[in-house]
C-alpha cells in the first residue's frame, strides 16, 4: 500500500512538472540591435543589423493612425526611442518600456496645454483584454503572450525602437 502511494505521489510530481511553464525564456541567438514597428502594416520586426530574427503581428492603441500628442488620444506614438524598463509583474503578462516622450513629445504636447502622456509598453494581451478587437490598447504595442515571452528574452534595455507610420 505504501509503495502504490508513493508511486502515485511520484507521477502527481512528475504530471506537475511536466504542465508548468515559465512566462521566462533563455535566448542565446544573435543580438536584436534594434527594433521596429511599422503601424500600417502592424508587424514588429526584431533585428540584428539589416536581417530579421523574428517578425509579430501587433494590436496598436485605439486610434491607430498619427502620432501620439497628448495623454488620453489613444494614439500609438512614432518616431525613434529607446526600450528603458521591463515588468515582469505586468498586467499584461510581460511588458517592455519605451521611452515616450522624449523631448519633442514633451514640447508639441506643452504647446498644446497639455501632458504627453507616458507608460508605453511592448507587452502581451491576456485573456481579460482579448475581446477588444485589434486596436485596443490606450497607446501601447501588444502581442499574444507567447510572443511576448520571446520579445522579452530577446531584446534588451538600451535596444534603439523605431515606430513608424
Known sequence: ???????????????????????????????VTHVVVQKEARRLYLLNGSQVLKSYKVGLGFSPEGHKEVEGDGRTPEGNYIIDRRNPNSEFHLSIGISYPNVEDIERARALGKSPGGD??????????RDGGRDWT???????????????AMVRDGTPISIRK
Do not use: Q, W
Not at 1 to 26: D, Q, V, Y
Not at 138 to 152: F, L, N, P, S, T
Open 1 to 31: 500500500m505504501r509503495a502504490i502511494t508513493l508511486l502515485g505521489a511520484l507521477l502527481s510530481l512528475m504530471l506537475f512538472a511536466g504542465c508548468s511553464s515559465s512566462k521566462f525564456h533563455n535566448y542565446n541567438g544573435p543580438e
Open 138 to 152: 490606450a497607446g501601447c504595442i501588444a502581442v499574444k503572450d507567447r510572443h511576448m515571452e520571446e520579445i522579452y
Open 120 to 129: 508605453i509598453f511592448i507587452h502581451g494581451r491576456p485573456r481579460k483584454y
